[in-house]
Structure formats: structure tokens, C-alpha cells
Nanobody
Framework: VQLVESGGGLVQAGGSLRLSCEAS????????IGWFRQAPGKGREGVSV????????KYADSVQGRFTVSADDAKTTFHLQMNRLKPDDTAVYYC?????????????????WGQGTPVTVSS
């Protein structure tokens, strides 16, 4: 099983991007999927997590109200809709699986990391 992120790119401040995280032919019905980001010179930061079983979500304070996480019905592709982007959102964005099923924004509980997709927000 592999997770592959896509959808990153260069956008002006105030713009939007939609990231996707695709699980290669596997449906994550039982485990939450998390989105994280890592800016240059900084540690990996939790952005959002979604429960595949009941759709509950959690967001970092820094993105609350601007980002929306979702899953397709088959639970094979997960999306992060990012609106009103800011230069501080510039980072490589990753998705990963929460096998501990804790729905926390702590990267230490996640596994099966994708390769990441870069997002650059210009001012």
C-alpha cells in the first residue's frame, strides 16, 4: 500500500489549492488519514485529520476555517481544500495513516507517509 500526494503548486496569497492523497488500490475504511506540512527549517506540523469511519475531523488552529479535509465515498482518495492561502502556508504537504486511530495531529502516531507535494504561496 502506498499513499501519493498531488495538487501542490505555486499560488498567490489569497488563492486556493486542492491537494489529493490517493491510496493505491486500498480503502482506508478503519483508520484516520492525516495531513501534515513541513516548512523549510521547521518540524513537521499537523494540519488536519479525518476519520474514515465517521467523517469526524480536526484542524490545526492556524488553518481552521480556511482548510477543509474530505474523503471520497470509496475511502481511497482524500482531499485537502485550502482557501485564503497565506505565505505562512508554504511547505511540503504530506498525508499519512493513523494506525493508532487516535485522531490526533501528532505526526509520531502516523505511518505510511507519502512523498509529499510542495505548496508555495507568494505574497
Amino acid at each position: 500500500v502506498q499513499l501519493v500526494e498531488s495538487g501542490g503548486g505555486l499560488v498567490q496569497a489569497g488563492g486556493s489549492l486542492r491537494l489529493s492523497c490517493e491510496a493505491s488500490g486500498y480503502a482506508f475504511d478503519d483508520y484516520p488519514i492525516g495531513w501534515f506540512r513541513q516548512a523549510p527549517g521547521k518540524g513537521r506540523e499537523g494540519v488536519s485529520v479525518i476519520s474514515s469511519s465517521d467523517g469526524s475531523t480536526k484542524y490545526a488552529d492556524s488553518v481552521q476555517g480556511r482548510f477543509t479535509v474530505s474523503a471520497d465515498d470509496a475511502k481511497t482518495t482524500f482531499h485537502l481544500q485550502m482557501n485564503r492561502l497565506k505565505p505562512d502556508d508554504t511547505a511540503v504537504y504530506y498525508c499519512a495513516v493513523d494506525y493508532a486511530d487516535l485522531l490526533l495531529l501528532d505526526p509520531s502516531y502516523f505511518d505510511l507517509w507519502g512523498q509529499g507535494t510542495p505548496v508555495t504561496v507568494s505574497s
